[in-house]
């Protein structure tokens, strides 16, 4: 995809704007936190709220303390092999000599934001840049640490999920935050490439999460698993955890 300007985003450009975020529709066949960089002449919004405590125990809408969700974002620790859930989506991985970088074009100013706070907590730098028809590209730099990532998914020229690829919910947030569109009662994960057996790979670890979905190929937005009805919806909102609060209400899956 290109993008705007002829290098790599200066390490002092600030986040973009991410309210009011631009509309997203889903175009399928039915209609379908922050890196080290201090921000300069653009702020991103403030939070009405701090961020929530990592050590505090989670709650529901009620306020009563909840369970955590087995294999869901909030049972473990953010590591990069998470990463595989945005090549799950619309990222990709390319390699130069001994090092890879990721990259991932978003639709909204929020996406960027949420995605460039989850690379941090994951140790990995990266950058942004608006792109020629009004998206986001956000990347990776070129690291030995996305190596493995790239060894396993590259096949050749192509991108394809490694034997026995599973989704758990830190790859999942990874996903949604990239790519995921909510179209209630409905929730929509749209997908890269156009190699049918790489979307088949991911919808089977898709199945394995409890998270059966059909395939959407038709429409301008591409193609995409729909998580259809509320319960497939809230088990989604289950493995992906909390919303960030960079992302508008209505376009984070809720477990109510």
Same mark, same amino acid.
């Given at each position: ?7 790599? !985003? ?11 975020? #631009? ?15 201090? #921000? ?11 961020? =929530? ?11 009563? =303390? ?8 909030? !049972? ?48 990995? @730098?990266?950058?942004?840049? #608006? ?53 209630? #009662? =409905? ?12 979307? %088949? ?22 193609? %995409? ?11 989604? %909102? ?16 809720? @477990?109510?």
């Amino acid at each position: 995809m290109p993008l705007s300007g002829s290098g790599e !985003t200066p390490a002092a450009q600030p986040l973009p704007v991410s309210f009011p975020p #631009p509309a997203e529709t889903p175009q399928a066949s039915r209609r379908r936190r922050l890196t080290g960089r201090r #921000p300069t002449s653009v702020d991103p919004p403030a939070d009405d709220h701090p961020p =929530d405590d990592p050590t505090a125990a989670p709650t529901d809408a009620t306020g009563s =303390d909840r369970q955590l969700v087995f294999f869901g974002a909030e !049972t473990g620790e953010p590591s990069v092999a998470d990463l595989a859930g945005l090549l799950a989506g619309p990222g990709e991985v390319h390699r130069m000599g001994g090092t890879a970088r990721l990259s991932v074009v978003v639709q909204a100013a929020w996406r960027v934001h949420v995605l460039i706070g989850e690379l941090a907590q994951r140790g990995v @730098r990266s950058s942004w840049a #608006p792109t020629e028809d009004q998206r986001y590209a956000v990347r990776t730099a070129y690291t030995r640490t996305i190596v493995p990532l790239a060894a396993a998914w590259l096949r050749g020229p192509t991108q394809q999920p490694p034997p026995g690829f599973q989704l758990d919910g830190r790859r999942l947030r990874l996903w949604l935050a990239a790519a995921g569109v909510a179209d209630p #009662p =409905d929730f929509l994960l749209h997908l890269g490439g156009s190699d049918p057996a790489r979307w %088949a790979a991911v919808g089977a670890a898709l199945a394995t999460a409890g998270l059966t979905a059909e395939l959407v190929e038709a429409g301008p937005g591409g193609p %995409a698993y729909r998580i259809a009805g509320r319960r497939r919806t809230r088990r989604l %909102a289950e493995l992906v955890g909390e919303r960030p609060p960079a992302s508008p209400p209505t376009a984070w899956p809720s @477990r109510v």
